[in-house]
């Protein structure tokens, strides 16, 4: 699986952002993957998670930081996982990465053979 995020870019705080991130490999079925994104706020640290949907559609995960403000989805159809980001903080200042995993696994988190994507630059001034 190959993974492409796209939809990142400088933003005011209070603005909004959509994320896509497109998924494309030879043999796969994007309905089948747990999907999620994290990202990493600064060199040197941690990837946290920020969003997680389940590969039937029927439960999400969001970070504390970033609950009422984030919506993940999918569009199976599409192979494609969105973020929408609303009401956007400096502090959501970071480099976003799509993660796939292929294995189902819930709650979302780092697993072995998670694939990742590239990563997407959002920066939000003040």
């Known amino acids: 699986v190959q993974l492409v995020e796209s939809g990142g870019g400088l933003v005011q705080a209070g603005g909004s952002l959509r994320l896509s991130c497109v998924a494309s490999?030879?043999?796969?079925?994007?309905?089948?993957?747990?999907l999620k994104w994290f990202r990493r706020q600064g060199p040197g640290t941690d990837v946290d998670l920020v969003a997680g949907i389940s590969w039937n559609n029927i439960n999400t995960s969001y970070a504390d930081s970033v609950k009422g403000r984030f919506t993940i989805s999918r569009d199976n159809a599409e192979n494609t996982v969105y973020l929408q980001m609303n009401s956007l903080k400096p502090e959501d200042t970071a480099v976003y990465y799509c993660?796939?995993?292929?294995?189902?696994?819930?709650?979302?988190?780092?697993?072995?053979?998670?694939?990742w994507g590239q990563g997407t630059q959002v920066t939000v001034s003040s």
């Open positions: 993660v796939v995993d292929a294995n189902r696994r819930w709650p979302p988190r780092t697993y072995q053979w998670d694939v």
């Open positions: 490999g030879r043999t796969f079925t994007f309905s089948s993957y747990t």
